[in-house]
């Protein structure tokens, strides 16, 4: 689980984004998906993977991955929400911290998503690399 400040700042982040997609928080929320926006969405998860102390002084370090989870309707193609990912992707990956504490690293490629169930929608999943110092 990612740290608050993460949290924070990447959904402010997407907030302030052009809207290629819509964006839904699902995190702890249950899922209220309007009619106009099944065939596109998408919600955001985090992972945190390593923390450690880089400085003497006790400065510490969080490294982990954002997962962007993309939804459609099953039998409407990849395509359209592969464009619109990438590009929700592409503009989150311009986004900067003024305080310098949070660094997007990288963008992973796509991939088919289903969560080990069988959802009502057909997912993708793109993972954004940072770092976090605090």
């Not at 400065?59 to 619109?84: R, Y």
């Amino acid at each position: 689980m990612s740290r608050a400040y993460v949290r924070t700042t990447v959904r402010n982040w997407i907030t302030a984004m052009p809207k290629v997609v819509p964006f839904y928080e699902t995190v702890n929320k249950s899922e209220d998906i309007l009619p106009a926006d099944q065939s596109g969405w998408y919600t955001v998860e985090f992972n945190a993977e390593n923390t450690s102390t880089t400085t003497y002084c006790g400065d510490k370090s969080e490294t982990g991955v954002i997962d962007f989870v993309f939804s459609t309707l099953p039998g409407e193609g990849d395509s359209n929400l592969i464009a619109g990912a990438e590009q929700t992707i592409d503009n989150f990956m311009k986004s900067v911290d003024p305080t310098k504490k949070l660094t997007l690293i990288k963008a992973m490629h796509p991939e088919e998503f289903t969560g080990g169930d069988g959802s009502k929608y057909y997912m993708i999943i793109i993972g954004v690399e940072y770092e976090y110092n605090f």
